[in-house]
């Protein structure tokens, strides 16, 4: 029945063999034509003399000589506290290896296309706000100069029947104020243009006064080195990490403070966001209607980083965004054995 199983192979506790099923002689190669085992059953010896060794049931993946992945599984015998003998069994994993495969390149691709929409998303919000600030914002502006003017002509030769358009000019050019207000804030909101001109370490400072203004809830920010530089594309993923992380701290945390802390440290930026309101469980966390953290986490993904989100140890909510800023690439994966 042995011999209609995967490749079994199976030894006495010295590494001796004693018993090799057809599957498994077929997969290593010619077998003694008196024993019927293989002449040469592995060629991994030291590696299989540590397993033996650690006499501990073991199974991994290896690459076979003829391209194939196997699955090897080691099975210590034992009878009481000795060991007695060894079992090995190999099964062809090839295909599940090749659909992982697969499905870490779809979803590399699907990061690669997230983080170029990304990338449009921000150099299209870059151009609407210098157009929103370059030409309409220039065009209210000579309109409030215009209505400004005329009023100071009206009241030159102003006459008790014009009075009441004088009034109407001064509310018309009150009213352009506050478009050119509003507009400076959408402008801003698209693109921060401290971003764009004093870095990160400046736009998290800005940001963190605004917040705290609007809020009164108090905001501190430290920054080592304080001078902390990046290039455009990581300080825009974590602007808009820190926009969303404030943004959950005004609806859900109830806190009356938050610290903000980034610094660069051994290949990676870390940039923390701490509130000391009423905190996060698991379940949310792990929500899939929790849009904000998963946009979070995927704009960090795209350089190879994550976002934590997590109870701070002091009461209320941590978030911690990790990005890599080393050139090097991400360290690999842990690669296959190889059979020679």
């Given at each position: 029945m042995l011999d209609h199983l995967d490749p079994v192979l199976v030894e006495r506790a010295d590494g001796t063999p004693v018993f090799a099923n057809s599957e498994y002689v077929r997969l290593v190669g010619p077998s003694?034509?008196?024993?019927?085992?293989?002449?040469?059953p592995v060629s991994d010896e030291p590696r299989r003399a540590e397993l033996r060794a650690g006499g501990v049931r073991v199974s991994q993946r290896i690459a076979w000589r003829d391209g194939r992945v196997l699955r090897r599984d080691y099975l210590p015998v034992h009878a009481g506290e000795s060991l007695v003998g060894h079992v090995w069994r190999y099964l062809d994993v090839t295909s599940e290896v090749l659909a992982e495969?697969?499905?870490?390149?779809?979803?590399d691709r699907l990061r690669e296309l997230s983080a170029h929409a990304e990338t449009a998303r921000e150099e299209e919000r870059r151009r609407l706000a210098r157009t929103l600030h370059d030409e309409l914002g220039q065009r209210m502006t000579s309109i409030?100069?215009?209505?400004?003017?005329?009023?100071?002509?009206?009241?030159?030769t102003v006459t008790p029947a014009q009075v009441g358009i004088v009034d109407r000019l001064q509310a018309a050019a009150g009213l352009v104020d506050v478009g050119i207000a509003m507009l400076r804030q959408l402008t801003t909101t698209l693109r921060p243009p401290v971003l764009d001109h004093l870095g990160l370490v400046e736009a998290i400072r800005w940001e963190a006064r605004i917040f705290?203004?609007?809020?009164?809830?108090?905001?501190?920010?430290?920054?080592?080195?304080?001078?902390?530089?990046?290039?455009?594309?990581?300080?825009?993923a974590l602007y808009r990490i820190l926009l969303e992380a404030l943004t959950n701290v005004t609806r859900h945390a109830e806190a009356g403070a938050v610290r903000i802390g980034i610094m660069r440290h051994r290949g990676v930026v870390l940039m923390k966001v701490e509130d000391n309101g009423r905190g996060?469980?698991?379940?949310?966390?792990?929500?899939?209607?929790?849009?904000?953290?998963?946009?979070?986490?995927?704009?960090?993904?795209?350089?190879?980083?994550?976002?934590?989100v997590a109870p701070a140890p002091r009461g209320g909510t941590r978030v911690l965004a990790i990005l890599p800023v080393e050139a090097d690439r991400p360290a690999p994966r842990p690669t296959l054995e190889t059979r020679t």
């Open positions: 003694d034509p008196v024993s019927g085992l293989p002449s040469h495969q697969r499905w870490r390149a779809s979803k409030r100069l215009e209505l400004l003017s005329a009023v100071d002509l009206f009241r030159a705290e203004s609007r809020t009164r809830i108090r905001c501190r920010v430290t920054a080592r080195p304080h001078d902390l530089k990046l290039d455009a594309q990581r300080s825009i996060i469980t698991a379940e949310q966390i792990a929500s899939p209607r929790t849009m904000g953290l998963l946009g979070m986490r995927e704009r960090a993904l795209v350089f190879g980083g994550d976002v934590r």
